[in-house]
């Protein structure tokens, strides 16, 4: 390539999403296969939020509300803070790559747990500033390990509650040391993309420390316990500074119109967020106990998603569980090389993963 291409951005690797079933299905020839790999709803979208989509449908023609009116202000009243402390973006995924563009330099640096989600690295890389990787300490954030990397040139710190790939949390008290640790420079981005599926009460809560008014973001989305990955839309709280400053640089008309409108009616869906948290719950209850049976163990969860330890190389269980019409994720690129991250579908889903399991593990 006779491009002239700067170091930082071939330095990224690209982000690999879970295989897609279509996919999965015209490799190998088969049908009727399951993923459970994304950590996507099984029950499917939000019926509240189908029906407002399908309303919505006929202004199509008319750009979004770049400002995002009333989704902001349906957000500002639920979480009680203004909408001047609320940024809307195509999925959290783009509010985090915002907080890169916006808050870093070249030779800056941004820390984050290791392993966690890889949006974080490839959004630092392309800003030219440094990922400065803390290993996790027992699956687990390690927040002492996070402030001890910190020095002049740190921007942004990156926690993940509940954290993927490990469905661990940050507990409330560890998190308040930590934030009154902080130099005020420092934006700490806590990527709560999981949390409404926590039942732990001790769990941190970031949205307390907004309102205070320290240098903090929480981002939140509408893919997961909502149902409508496929729609992008998330959002992040935080002091009306920042998210003024990121209103500055995201694309004027960032959240489509029928995104708005499916996120709107999706915060009213309360009886479809009951029945996705009575799925994943119970799902989690079979999961552990069928494992347990087969002697396989495993690492407890606070999200829709959890570690299986195959005590054999992930990648060669990943394939072996593709061709029995299964997707999970291999965490072998994550550095765990005998994990595999599976989350909780539907019971039937459930039950066919645990059959698939037994059959290639044996
Ligand atoms: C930890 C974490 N943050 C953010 C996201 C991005 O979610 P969104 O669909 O809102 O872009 C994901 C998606 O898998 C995730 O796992």
């Given at each position: 390539m006779n491009l002239s291409v700067p170091e930082y951005i071939l330095s990224i690797k690209p982000y690999v999403p879970g295989k897609p079933i279509e996919e999965l299905e015209r490799e190998y020839g088969i049908n009727d296969s399951i993923k459970l790999a994304s950590n996507e709803n099984p029950?499917?979208?939000?019926?509240?939020?189908?029906?407002?989509i399908q309303n919505a449908l006929a202004n199509?023609?008319?750009?979004?509300?770049?400002?995002?009116?009333?989704?902001?202000r349906k957000l500002a009243a639920k979480l009680q803070v203004k909408?001047?402390?609320?940024?809307?973006?195509?999925g959290s995924d783009d509010i985090i790559s915002l907080l890169a563009q916006g808050f870093l330099q070249a030779g800056d640096e941004a820390i984050m747990p290791q392993p966690a989600f890889l949006m974080y690295d490839i959004v630092v890389r392309a800003a030219g500033a440094y990922p400065v990787a803390v290993p996790l300490k027992k699956m687990c954030t390690d927040l002492d390990g996070i402030r001890k990397r910190i020095t002049a040139n740190t921007?942004?710190?990156?926690?993940?509650?509940p954290h993927n790939p490990t469905g661990s949390i940050v507990l409330e008290p560890e998190f308040t040391r930590f934030l009154e640790s902080m130099p005020p420079e420092i934006i700490v981005v806590m990527d709560e993309a999981y949390i409404e599926f926590v039942r732990h009460a001790g769990c941190a809560d970031s949205l307390g420390y907004v309102k205070s008014e320290k240098p903090i973001i929480t981002l939140r989305t509408f893919s997961?316990?909502?149902?409508?990955?496929?729609?992008r839309v998330g959002y992040g709280v935080t002091t009306a500074p920042i998210a003024e400053l990121l209103?500055?640089?995201?694309?004027?008309f960032n959240v489509s119109s029928l995104a708005q409108a499916g996120a709107?009616?999706?915060?009213?869906?309360?009886?479809?967020?009951?029945?996705?948290?009575?799925?994943?719950?119970?799902?989690?209850?079979?999961?552990?106990?069928?494992?347990?049976?087969m002697e396989i163990s495993y690492f407890r969860t606070h999200s829709n998603f959890f570690l299986i330890d195959v005590k054999q190389p992930a990648d060669a269980v990943y394939e072996a569980l593709l061709k029995e019409g299964v997707i999970v994720r291999s965490m072998a690129s994550y550095g765990f090389p005998h994990f595999i991250r599976v989350n909780v579908g539907r019971m039937d889903e459930n039950i066919r993963c645990i059959e698939a399991l037994k059959k290639v593990m044996q």
């Open positions: 029950l499917g979208p939000s019926p509240r939020a189908l029906t407002a199509l023609h008319r750009y979004p509300d770049g400002s995002g009116y009333m989704l902001t909408p001047e402390n609320i940024i809307l973006g195509n921007r942004l710190i990156f926690i993940n509650n997961k316990a909502y149902g409508l990955a496929g729609l209103n500055r640089i995201r694309q004027p709107v009616a999706a915060l009213d869906d309360d009886e479809f967020l009951a029945e996705t948290m009575q799925t994943v719950h119970a799902g989690l209850m079979f999961f552990y106990e069928a494992l347990d049976r």
